[in-house]
């Protein structure tokens, strides 16, 4: 449904934020995968993004029921008391009013 970067040079280069983000919205997620600190979106249009979890790293999603789950590497930990996460990068809403993010 709608989607928010926030503008950062060492994750974004070249002012991709702003690109991704208006490619996101509209766009229907088949599939979010992920393998060791590796995650990538599986998109019904090209391009399909994908993100490197670095040392602490994490993707979340607040449920409309207020739970979160979270793709976390060994070591980081998600607070599930403050939305968005704390050095959010992303922010997605999703149709149903599910929200993600990392």
């Given at each position: 449904r709608t989607c928010v970067t926030t503008p950062d040079e060492k994750v974004f280069v070249g002012g991709c934020s702003e690109a991704l983000a208006k490619?996101?919205?509209g766009t229907r997620v088949i599939a979010a995968c992920r393998k060791g600190k590796q995650l990538w979106l599986e998109l019904e249009r090209a391009p399909h993004p994908s993100f490197h979890l670095g040392m602490t790293g994490s993707f979340a999603a607040l449920k409309v029921?207020?739970?979160?789950?979270?793709?976390?590497?060994?070591?980081?930990?998600?607070?599930?008391?403050?939305?968005?996460?704390k050095h959010w990068k992303m922010h997605m809403e999703m149709e149903g009013g599910e929200e993600k993010g990392g």
């Open positions: 490619h996101m919205a029921d207020g739970t979160v789950e979270a793709a976390e590497y060994v070591n980081s930990k998600v607070d599930a008391t403050e939305w968005p996460p």
